[in-house]
């Protein structure tokens, strides 16, 4: 992928259970961010996080970041169906930062079980 | 609930034909991105725009070119539709680097036969 890769690629788990996506990516960032697409649809903004923070909260969802590993995942706590969607991480490269420019993952395909 | 814009929300159209995607947002935002996403892959950026007379082209190469003459309206045009451009082509857009984050429109489905 052009920044990096997801794990893993495809997720099937439990009403209520915790569901962890992992993300690497290869160059220096200025932040990170969490995407959710719902099939076919546009992305949605979950959270982000910047380059000097390690971990953040946002309701269900706790993210951490560990920039001397170039890692990211993503914590979705007690999950339900409609968690069901496609999750993407998408980087700030240091040199990107004055135009915003988002490299994604391939993304990691999360199904829900009710 | 993010304020932009896609449509058409599908197109099919034949090889050859000059298509236009049109792409509007009421945030008053500065930056506004093209992406292309074929289905159950990463996005791809095919174009960006810092704010109105101002366009680039993004990390993958794209036979489209975009428009800005207004801060709230971006589109891209294809001049000859071809099968290879058969994807999901999202819009974007978003307040300033310093955020960072980016509101996404629904999409537009392409298919050329």
């Known amino acids: 992928s052009q920044q990096g890769e997801e794990d893993p690629q495809a997720l099937s788990i439990q009403e209520g259970e915790n569901a962890t996506m992992n993300c690497s990516y290869k160059?220096?960032?200025?932040?990170l961010q969490w995407y959710r697409q719902n099939s076919g649809r546009g992305l949605v903004h979950l959270i982000l996080?910047?380059?000097?923070?390690r971990e953040k909260h946002s309701g269900r969802l706790r993210v951490t970041l560990d920039t001397s590993k170039k890692s990211s995942s993503l914590l979705i706590t007690a999950s339900r169906a409609a968690d069901t969607a496609s999750y993407f991480c998408?980087?700030?490269?240091?040199?990107?930062?004055?135009?915003?420019?988002?490299?994604f993952g391939q993304g990691t395909t999360l199904q829900v079980k009710p | 609930e993010a304020d932009i814009y896609q449509t058409p929300r599908y197109l099919v159209i034949g090889t050859g034909k000059k298509i236009t995607l049109e792409c509007s947002q009421t945030?008053?935002?500065?930056?506004m991105y093209w992406y292309q996403q074929d289905p159950g892959m990463e996005l791809h950026l095919i174009h960006y725009?810092?704010?109105?007379?101002?366009?680039e082209k993004g990390d993958l190469s794209s036979e489209s070119t975009v428009s800005r003459i207004r801060t709230e309206h971006f589109p891209l045009t294809l001049e000859s539709a071809r099968p290879s451009h058969t994807s999901q082509y999202l819009c974007?857009?978003?307040?300033?680097?310093?955020?960072?984050?980016?509101?996404f429109g629904p999409g537009t489905r392409l298919l050329v036969l």
């Open positions: 974007a857009s978003s307040e300033g680097w310093d955020r960072g984050t980016q509101y």
């Open positions: 996080i910047r380059s000097n923070e």
């Open positions: 998408a980087t700030v490269t240091i040199g990107s930062s004055n135009t915003g420019k988002l490299i």
């Open positions: 725009s810092y704010g109105v007379n101002s366009t």
């Open positions: 160059t220096s960032i200025n932040n």
């Open positions: 945030m008053g935002h500065d930056k």
